[in-house]
T-cell receptor, first 114, second 112 residues
Framework: DTAVSQTPKYLVTQMGNDKSIKCEQN?????MYWYKQDSKKFLKIMFS???????INETVPNRFSPKSPDKAHLNLHINSLELGDSAVYFC?????????????FGPGTRLTVL | GEDVEQSLFLSVREGDSSVINCTYT??????LYWYKQEPGAGLQLLTY?????DMKQDQRLTVLLNKKDKHLSLRIADTQTGDSAIYFC????????????FGKGTMLLVSP
C-alpha cells in the first residue's frame, strides 16, 4: 500500500553512463515532481508534471529528461552522468484540487556517480 | 525572490520543548509547511498553516506564524528521541501550478 514509490533506492554508476529512476504513485494525484537533495540536504525542485504535461522545468541541464507515460508515473532519465549529479533524488505527488498543495514524497533514490 | 532560511541545528533533552524557527521573504506566500525527514527516508508532511492564520495546533505540534515579520515557528512539546530528524520549512507561492520552496532544514537532536 505504498503511496509514492521509487526504484531503485540506491544507484551507483560510472561517469558518462546513462541511467533512469522510476517513480509511481497510487494516490490518484494529478501532479508529480522531481526534487534533488544535495549533500548539504538542500532540496530543490527540478521538474513538475500535471496530467502527463510538463509544467515546471527549473534550470536543470538538458541531460536530465523526465518522462510521464501516464499520470501515475514520472520517470527521470539522466544522460552522460557527471560527478556533480551525485545526490538523493525525490519524487513527490500532490492532488491538483487542493488549495494547500500538500506534497507526498517517495523514499528517495541515492545516486552515486564514481 | 524566494528565500527560506532556517537555523541548521538544535539540540534538546527528552521531555523538553523544541522550537524550530524559519524566516521567508515572499509576502505572497499562501501556505507554509513543516516537513520532517528521518535518516535515509523521504520527507513527511507534518503540518501546514494558511497565511491568514497566526496559530495552528495539532497534538504536540504548535505552528506560529508572524506574517508581518515573515517568521514561522514549529514548537514540539514533550520532545521524544523519535523526534530526532531534519525539519524543513517550506512556502508555497500562489500561481497556476504553485511549487514549494524549501529551507535548508534544521537538524533536531534529542538526547535522553
Amino acid at each position: 500500500d505504498t503511496a509514492v514509490s521509487q526504484t531503485p533506492k540506491y544507484l551507483v554508476t560510472q561517469m558518462g553512463n546513462d541511467k533512469s529512476i522510476k517513480c509511481e504513485q497510487n494516490l490518484g494525484h494529478d501532479t508529480m515532481y522531481w526534487y534533488k537533495q544535495d549533500s548539504k540536504k538542500f532540496l530543490k525542485i527540478m521538474f513538475s508534471y500535471n496530467n502527463k504535461e510538463l509544467i515546471i522545468n527549473e534550470t536543470v541541464p538538458n541531460r536530465f529528461s523526465p518522462k510521464s507515460p501516464d499520470k501515475a508515473h514520472l520517470n527521470l532519465h539522466i544522460n552522460s552522468l557527471e560527478l556533480g549529479d551525485s545526490a538523493v533524488y525525490f519524487c513527490a505527488s500532490s492532488p491538483r484540487d487542493r488549495r494547500a498543495n500538500e506534497q507526498f514524497f517517495g523514499p528517495g533514490t541515492r545516486l552515486t556517480v564514481l | 525572490g524566494e528565500d527560506v532560511e532556517q537555523s541548521l541545528f538544535l539540540s534538546v533533552r527528552e521531555g523538553d520543548s523544541s522550537v524550530i524557527n524559519c524566516t521567508y521573504t515572499d509576502s505572497s506566500s499562501t501556505y507554509l509547511y513543516w516537513y520532517k525527514q528521518e535518516p535515509g527516508a523521504g520527507l513527511q508532511l507534518l503540518t501546514y498553516i494558511f497565511s491568514n492564520m497566526d496559530m495552528k495546533q495539532d497534538q504536540r505540534l504548535t505552528v506560529l506564524l508572524n506574517k508581518k515579520d515573515k517568521h514561522l515557528s514549529l514548537r514540539i512539546a514533550d520532545t521524544q528521541t523519535g523526534d530526532s530528524a531534519i525539519y524543513f520549512c517550506a512556502e508555497s507561492i500562489p500561481g497556476g501550478y504553485s511549487t514549494l520552496t524549501f529551507g535548508k532544514g534544521t537538524m533536531l537532536l534529542v538526547s535522553p
